[in-house]
């Protein structure tokens, strides 16, 4: 049971990249699934996270209005559609997944000491340039 990542690669700024989180051995049904991105020399921080039941999403307010989460539950996949690329969107992205029901919480990495979630994906590289 796992989480793998794909689509990432390099972009001009202003291009797009839609980036991909496909669950092997299980069902992401139950789950709600954060993206997650890591620039170089600095902590991982919340992108984009969907609910596992309503479809409630939260997006970051650095990336509102570019980047969206969406759910294909036919497809087990959870995809972040990533549009009009900055090079500071350039790092490592992660996706998780976990049965929290605060998605906000999930984002913002406030789940309290010592939470865990689930499942991450080993990460995929988007490189932006300018």
């Known amino acids: 049971e796992h989480l793998v990542e794909s689509g990432g690669g390099a972009v001009q700024a202003g291009g797009s990249l839609r980036l991909s989180c496909a669950a092997a051995g299980f069902s992401l049904d139950a789950y709600a699934v954060g993206w997650f991105y890591q620039a170089p020399g600095k902590d991982r921080e919340g992108v984009a996270c969907?609910?596992?039941?309503?479809?409630?999403?939260y997006v970051d307010e650095s990336v509102e209005g570019r980047f969206a989460i969406s759910r294909d539950r036919a497809k087990n996949t959870v995809y972040l559609q990533m549009n009009s690329l900055k090079s500071e969107d350039t790092g490592v992205y992660f996706c998780?997944?976990?049965?929290?029901?605060?998605?906000?919480?999930?984002?913002?990495?406030?789940?309290?000491?010592?939470?865990?979630?689930?499942?991450w994906g080993q990460g995929t590289q988007v490189t932006v340039s300018s």
């Open positions: 969907i609910s596992s039941d309503d479809g409630r999403t």
């Open positions: 998780a997944a976990d049965r929290i029901g605060n998605i906000e919480a999930m984002c913002l990495q406030i789940t309290g000491l010592g939470y865990e979630y689930d499942f």
